[in-house]
């Protein structure tokens, strides 16, 4: 079988949502794995979502929380809301009670990327108070780290990412992820894919 890895997020202007598809596309690239794209439910009605000026969604599946104990890993993605994750993300969460309460996500491996409005926006902190969800349930945070090579240490142009996970600045909106986003995005996908695949062991191979 399969291993299974799911891209969950939450994308208001669609800075995340390029990540995502980004990571999903490193780790289809993984021999023997599964990659999925989902979308946590909006929380806001479109009347408010339109004064804001955000577009439409895209046609990624709604995922609900009894979807995720299918999953063999997970990349997780949000933007940030004052140095931590957006509130519709952190709802999608709090209604995986059912789940915690019986460990089905427990030693899964989990990754986290984000999109921040500025370089001091919470590049770090967002992915760090984040854990904390992982941690309840028994997750395995899996970072970046510095696997990314001499993309991490980009210092002529600005660059979102760190090593807790792929990243991107947003700005007043108009900025998009850059090329080297992108591929620290397709590297964290296929990072943890190889390490769900590993985790699974024979089956997943």
Same mark, same amino acid.
């Given at each position: 079988?399969?291993?299974?890895?799911?891209?969950?997020?939450?994308?208001?202007?669609?800075?995340?949502?390029?990540? /995502?598809?980004?990571?999903?596309?490193?780790?289809?690239?993984?021999?023997?794995? *599964?990659?999925?794209?989902?979308?946590?439910?909006?929380?806001?009605?479109?009347?408010?979502?339109?004064?804001?000026?955000?577009?439409?969604?895209?046609?990624?599946?709604?995922?609900?929380?009894?979807?995720?104990? #299918?999953?063999?890993?997970?990349?997780?993605?949000?933007?940030?809301?004052?140095?931590?994750?957006?509130?519709?993300?952190?709802?999608?969460?709090?209604?995986?009670?059912?789940?915690?309460?019986?460990?089905?996500?427990?030693?899964?491996?989990?990754?986290?990327?984000?999109?921040?409005?500025?370089?001091?926006?919470?590049?770090?902190?967002?992915?760090?108070?984040?854990?904390?969800?992982?941690?309840?349930?028994?997750?395995?945070?899996?970072?970046?780290?510095?696997?990314?090579?001499?993309?991490?240490? *980009?210092?002529?142009?600005?660059?979102?990412?760190?090593?807790?996970?792929?990243?991107?600045?947003?700005?007043?909106?108009?900025?998009?992820?850059?090329?080297? *986003?992108? #591929?620290?995005?397709?590297?964290?996908?296929?990072?943890? /894919?190889?390490?769900?695949?590993?985790?699974?062991?024979?089956?997943? /191979?």
């Amino acid at each position: 079988m399969a291993t299974k890895v799911y891209i969950v997020y939450y994308s208001m202007y669609g800075h995340v949502e390029k990540l /995502a598809q980004e990571i999903r596309n490193g780790a289809a690239s993984v021999e023997g794995v *599964e990659a999925k794209l989902w979308q946590v439910p909006e929380t806001l009605p479109e009347e408010v979502l339109s004064k804001m000026s955000a577009p439409p969604k895209n046609d990624a599946p709604i995922i609900t929380p009894n979807e995720l104990a #299918e999953a063999d890993g997970f990349v997780f993605g949000f933007p940030t809301r004052f140095g931590m994750m957006a509130a519709q993300f952190k709802a999608f969460l709090d209604a995986t009670g059912g789940l915690w309460r019986t460990q089905q996500l427990a030693g899964k491996p989990a990754g986290i990327f984000y999109s921040t409005g500025s370089q001091g926006g919470g590049q770090e902190t967002t992915a760090l108070t984040a854990i904390t969800q992982l941690v309840h349930h028994g997750m395995i945070f899996v970072p970046s780290g510095y696997t990314f090579g001499a993309g991490m240490f *980009e210092m002529e142009k600005v660059k979102g990412g760190s090593p807790y996970g792929a990243g991107t600045f947003a700005g007043d909106g108009s900025r998009q992820p850059t090329e080297l *986003e992108m #591929e620290q995005a397709f590297h964290q996908g296929k990072y943890i /894919a190889a390490i769900s695949k590993k985790l699974k062991g024979p089956a997943g /191979a």
